[in-house]
T-cell receptor
Framework: EAGVAQSPRYKIIEKRQSVAFWCNPISGHATLYWYQQILGQGPKLLIQFQNNGVVDDSQLPKDRFSAERLKGVDSTLKIQPAKLEDSAVYLC????????????FGSGTQLSVL | GEDVEQSLFLSVREGDSSVINCTYTDSSSTYLYWYKQEPGAGLQLLTYIFSNMDMKQDQRLTVLLNKKDKHLSLRIADTQTGDSAIYFCAEISFYNQGGKLIFGQGTELSVKP
């Protein structure tokens, strides 16, 4: 079974630039999550999708972050414009259902904002 | 609000037991989880415990839950160098449309040969 795929693996940009991350969840997983993991901290949920609808985006900084999951499968997360404090690993995860805690994580995209 | 606390570092010798501790705040959490993160990788679910249990054993892993004190621990028996990683405790917080995991800051386990 293929795992959660993310790209790119690494990204370096300057502040005020834009960046996008892509995620393809495990086939058949209805729920998709984007987490932000700052160095030395645990992952923090940014947004949760159930199929192509948003379930929770309460911690997404909506003035600069956006995410979509148009066909209920893969998803993109965008930051525009980036700030220095956005430097982090962005993890995508998927699960079979919206209520569970059994998440499957991708390897993440490490973003450095200079 | 929800909060999960863990100690940041633990160092043990190969073959010893490791005990990683965690405290949580949401008493309505039905499940509590332990995830493992190896360098450069995403998180991997290790084990979980239902809140009406006080212990769960899974091969070298033992999870203990003290619901009264909101304290969770993960014991790894016969710790190996391959167990070196960051271990995250997580509680599940429910809201109208579903649940979300709240992670602790992680405990970095270092296993010395």
């Amino acid at each position: 079974e293929a795992g959660v795929a993310q790209s790119p693996r690494y990204k370096i940009i300057e502040k005020r630039q834009s960046v996008a991350f892509w995620c393809n969840p495990i086939s058949g997983h209805a729920t998709l999550y984007w987490y932000q993991q700052i160095l030395g901290q645990g992952p923090k949920l940014l947004i949760q999708f159930q199929n192509n609808g948003v379930v929770d985006d309460s911690q997404l900084p909506k003035d600069r972050f956006s995410a979509e999951r148009l066909k209920g499968v893969d998803s993109t997360l965008k930051i525009q414009p980036a700030k220095l404090e956005d430097s982090a690993v962005y993890l995508c995860a998927s699960s079979l259902d919206v209520q569970g805690g059994k998440l499957f994580f991708g390897s993440g995209t490490q973003l450095s904002v200079l | 609000g929800e909060d999960v606390e863990q100690s940041l570092f633990l160092s043990v010798r190969e073959g010893d037991s490791s005990v990683i501790n965690c405290t949580y705040t949401d008493s309505s959490s039905t499940y509590l989880y332990w995830y493992k993160q190896e360098p450069g990788a995403g998180l991997q679910l290790l084990t979980y415990i239902f809140s009406n249990m006080d212990m769960k054993q899974d091969q070298r892993l033992t999870v203990l839950l003290n619901k009264k004190d909101k304290h969770l621990s993960l014991r790894i028996a016969d710790t190996q160098t391959g167990d070196s990683a960051i271990y995250f405790c997580a509680e599940i917080s429910f809201y109208n449309q579903g649940g979300k995991l709240i992670f602790g800051q992680g405990t970095e386990l270092s296993v010395k040969p």
